[in-house]
């Protein structure tokens, strides 16, 4: 595995990590291969894995030979490794890379949404972000190209809000496709607890779901 797919899969396992996600089974190395044990320590899968993350919803990711596919709770490869990328599954949906695209598959490793985006990332309230031709929008679950790729930089809705840019300033807009916040700061986050940092006159500032300035960003213990 190259050093830049070492280093996301590093931040993805870390992911899991972070948010407490576990399953029943123990994900464990042995002379530099992964498998995973149950709780009383047995080995349920063999190590035989490059690399694995911890379980999220009862699925984790493995990669062998730079491919990366599924194992399910009980330890069994559902999806076997096939993928340059793959993602947790959201929605029933898992976003994966094959010959350079991305698209998301089901459960059982059947195309949902074509593999044909230069980008894209699992699908967070709803929707998911996806680039063509370096412009970013917005897709569904059936695949239907809700919001356009029209803009130059876009984050994930959450809480029915997106922060995205048209190559000037940054703003924000409904999962309609409609601005909510006007056109006017030098870079913005998305919401986080209705909360979003902005940058407005060279200041950091947080901001609430009206656009109502809270405070400077820096000063939050």
């Excluded at 069994?76 to 947790?88: D, G, H, K, N």
């Excluded at 985006?117 to 679950?141: E, H, L, P, T």
């Excluded at 994930?156 to 409609?178: C, E, L, P």
Aim: include cysteine; glycine fraction near 12%; charge should be positive.
């Amino acid at each position: 595995m190259n050093l830049s797919k070492t280093f996301s899969f590093l931040l993805l396992s870390s992911f899991f990590v972070v948010h407490g996600f576990a399953g029943k089974l123990i994900r464990f190395s042995k002379d530099g291969k992964v498998g995973y044990k149950d709780t009383l320590g047995s080995v349920i899968v063999e190590p035989t894995y490059d690399e694995g993350s911890e379980f999220l919803n009862g699925v984790a990711i493995v990669v062998k030979d730079n491919l990366q596919g599924y194992l399910d709770s009980s330890g069994l490869e559902f999806i076997p490794p096939q993928y340059e990328e793959a993602s947790p599954f959201f929605y029933g949906l898992a976003c994966v890379k094959t010959n350079g695209k991305y698209g998301f598959v089901g459960s059982k490793g059947e195309i949902l949404i074509k593999t044909m985006y230069d980008k894209a990332f699992s699908f967070s309230d709803g929707y998911a972000r996806v680039q063509m031709d370096k412009m970013w929008g917005f897709i569904n679950k059936k695949g239907f190209q809700v919001i356009s790729c029209i803009y130059v930089e876009a984050s994930d809705f959450s809480n029915g809000m997106a922060a995205v840019s048209n190559g000037v300033h940054f703003g924000y807009i409904a999962r309609n496709g409609k601005t909510i916040l006007p056109f006017e700061y030098e870079s913005a986050t998305g919401f986080t607890a209705n909360q979003a940092t902005i940058k407005k006159g060279g200041e950091m500032y947080l901001i609430d779901r009206t656009g109502k300035i809270l405070g400077k960003a820096n000063a939050r213990k």
